[in-house]
């Protein structure tokens, strides 16, 4: 691995830069939207706007259409009262932050002069312009901004409940800080022993592809420095052929775990059935299934737009993206219903599923949603921008950026996204949860 110490003009060129590094942190400078830019005066109008979801998409957006419309009614739906960090429980599934650092209460975030239904949608009802909540209100919308996020499909795996998480060797970055946690336990065990530990991806898009790989990394990181790297056989088993999108870091990648990290690939293993008693994870491999005992395994569920959008009108009907929210990948604008707008985990896009491209998503959607409310041509566009400090060791991270031709799009100059360098470890660990926070109050 490379080692560069933070003590030379690399590190002085950086957090002179580190300003401007906060507002890039979850993003890129701006680059992953087109013409999204603020309007000089707020838009005179009373539509009725409706955001389902308050999470990093549904704030973000809430807050930038707050300022940016004067006399519209704005009403966010979400019964959860805690903001995820979400990009931080990674660091707490391998020890390294406490899950407190990641929760915050959402009315910190919530913007002024907006109405927060503390409800959860259950139907949207797009041809008759309404929303059908849990509590048994029928919310009317003139404008809806679908920002539910993903559902994580545990059930897909046979034997698998998140109950298990933190037992019988049993962990899960994914989900919630108390999963995240509980799968530090697990994983601290397994790291005082050595032994098996498997580390499994699911076929389809999941949110920060980057994550399991992180785990896989800190993990063996961490057996180093526990002084039982020797005793430990680690695998990881992608659902296909590639372990990341990006073909740069997926060729990488494809040579580094087995030639540096000493972690075996074994591809075509979609994790399919669970047995916790026994420590035996089955895969389904083209040769039918495979048994492999473990005595740690990091499980990843298959994901999905939640069922209401999974199965209803709203979903991409077939294709790649079957049963995401089928939005114009660029403009973000539903394709078959003009007044609805989506953006985050939910949208079924070529690529996105991370707070980087909710950063940059959320002038687009919102300078989008201004436009229709005028009966103006769309403005602006989202490049695909996504981007993931991808950790490779404690202290060590290579910042990958990329858009939807999947190029690298660095941008920092003095950082080599093919090179594991302090600098991204430094921006995941100390800065990118300011900088997301700043998305959420619409400052960058
Ligand atoms: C382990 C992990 C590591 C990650 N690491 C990174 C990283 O390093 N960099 C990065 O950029 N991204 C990372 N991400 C991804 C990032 O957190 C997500 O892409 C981002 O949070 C998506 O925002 P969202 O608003 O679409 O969804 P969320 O932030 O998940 O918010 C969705 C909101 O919708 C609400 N909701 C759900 N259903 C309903 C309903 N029926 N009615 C009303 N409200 C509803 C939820 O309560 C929630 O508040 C990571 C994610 C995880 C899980």
Redesign the pocket.
Known sequence: MSNNNPTNTGRRRFLAGSAAMAGAA?TGIGAGSLLASPPAKAVSTDARIVI?????????IATRLSRQLDGARITV????ET????????LV?TGNWTPSKVEDP?TRFMPDGVEWLH????EFNPDNNRVE??GGESVPYDYLVI?????LNFDAIEGMDTSLIGREGVGC???NPDH?RRTWEAADLFLDEGRVALFTRPPGPI??A??PL?VTMLLEDALQDRGTRSKAELHYLPPGEGLFSQPDINTFLKDYFPSKRDITIDYNHPLVAIDPGRREATFGTPEGPRTLGYDFIHVVPPMSA?D?IRYGDLGWQEGSFEGWLEVDQYSMQHRRYPNVFG?????GTPI????????AQAPVVADNVVAAIQEQALPAAWNGY????LITEKGQAMLVEFDFNLDMTPSFAFLDPMKAHWAPWFL?DQM?HAA?NAMLRGRV
């Open positions: 979850t389902a979801g308050a999470g990093a998409a549904g704030i973000s739906i979400d019964s959860r903001h995820l960090y979400q990009p931080g429980l990674t599934a959402n409800d959860d949608v259950v909540t849990a920002t539910t996020g993903l559902q970055v994914y989900a995240a949110k920060c980057g994550a992180k939640p209401m953006a985050g985990d939910v949208v996105g599923k991370t707070a980087a491209s909710v950063k996504t981007s993931c400090p995941k990118l997301y």
